[in-house]
């Protein structure tokens, strides 16, 4: 419940700054857009079937998907809000096929964070009324301070965010962000537009009982995927598990952090990378997965730990309660990776 009593987001990133190693203020500024481009686009969400933002916008993104126009918009306003404010040095977007670069007024740039982000994932699902989400994940830039931000600086290991976060756009709004102090989430006032600290410290249990995966894939999967859903199926103990796949990531995330259980996109035959993309999806997620307790992988091994390649790089993703991922690597484990 969100009252009055309840601390707001804008009280406690300033309460936090002090615990933040580098705190100069740019970090809670940079927090501080985030909440707001969120607001924003947390209004025009709800506006969907009133004013023409369904649908598609009629071109594709670099990856060849439909771009939505609420994909497009959420994207201008994310980036509008941090370019406009002079809050970060560089950009990298689901949307976008290059990182954008950001000049300061005066020809250069003085701050030292870039932003990766999936400014609305899942909005497909957004013409039949399911919830969506914006991902963002923080890194300090590699490259010195002052020059043109570099490929480098968007290219690094998830084990070096410095925070990451989602929104999710369902029955409320909620932003849940980490800077490394465990995970905590706020729910959105509409009334009033500010979002207060509904979940405080959130923990995802270690073991759960409910497996997210696209089962009408189930004949491109790996052998180990296919045993581990039969595991799930099986009767015994605990089991069998509940199948809950929204096919949006961050709500399916969402639910299993707050109930227990794991989420797993795995490669197919139809997707031999994966789907899901590891800068600015697996990685934020993974950052708050394991700081609420949980384990993310890509079946063998740590998401967090994989060295990046390109921007937008696909990964299988395994994700959740730490047992259930555990498990599920015990059985991928009998079919090593190619
Ligand atoms: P998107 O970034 O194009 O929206 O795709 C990502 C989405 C995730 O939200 C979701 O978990 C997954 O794709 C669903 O994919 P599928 O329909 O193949 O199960
Ligand atoms: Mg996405």
Redesign the pocket.
Known sequence: MTTERNQTLGEFIIDKQEDFMYSSGEFTRLINSLRLAAKVVSHQVNQAGLVDIVGAFGKENVQG?QQQKLDVYANEVFIKTLVNREIVCGIAS?EEDDFIAIQGKKGNNENKYVVLM?PL????NIDVNVSVGTIFSIYRRVTPIGTPVTQEDFLQKGANQVAAGYIVYGSSTMLVYTTGNGVNGFTLNPAIGTFYLSHPNMKIKEDGNIYSI?EGNYVHFPQGVKDYIKYCQAEEGERPYTSRYI???VS?IHRNILKGGIYI?PTSTKAPKG??RLLY?CNPIAYIIEQAGGKASDGYSRIMDIEPTELHQRVPFFCGSKNMVEKAEEFMSQYPAK
């Open positions: 998907e689901e999936d994932d899942g909005s497909s696209n096919g949006s990531l399916d996109y789907k899901l999806e």
